[in-house]
């Protein structure tokens, strides 16, 4: 049964870093694509960075040059580094795996609160 677990969340002032992590575990996590989302109050869940099994990634357009995904595939774990924080990067950020025979799995989340 596969399991994200997110920690690494936290109230920060705009302008700081944190850094979020996932452990993984019940599935190929190295043979596959490992991804970041978030979901602020009263929107959808958005795409935030994905990372591919040999570590070539992608980012959303909003936060391009302020965050860095990165995976340790040894570890099953899964990071997001966040830098130059906004108060409009506040919100519950979800890990997530997508298995390429049963779909998508999620984390429960854990929330970023950036204060202006």
């Known amino acids: 049964q596969v399991q994200l677990v997110e920690s690494g969340g936290g109230l920060v002032q705009a302008g700081g870093s944190l850094r979020l992590s996932c452990a993984a575990s019940?599935?190929?996590?190295?043979?596959?694509?490992m991804g970041w989302f978030r979901q602020a109050p009263g929107k959808e869940r958005e795409f935030v960075a994905c990372?591919?099994?040999?570590?070539?990634?992608t980012y959303a357009d909003s936060v391009k040059g302020r965050f860095t995904i990165s995976r340790d595939n040894a570890k099953n774990s899964l990071y997001l580094q966040m830098r130059s924080l906004k108060p409009e990067d506040t919100g519950v950020y979800y890990c997530?795996?997508?298995?390429?025979?049963?779909?998508?799995?999620w984390g429960k989340g854990t929330q970023v609160t950036v204060s202006s």
């Open positions: 990372i591919s099994w040999r570590g070539s990634d």
């Open positions: 997530n795996y997508r298995d390429p025979y049963y779909g998508d799995y």
């Open positions: 019940g599935g190929t996590f190295s043979e596959n694509a």
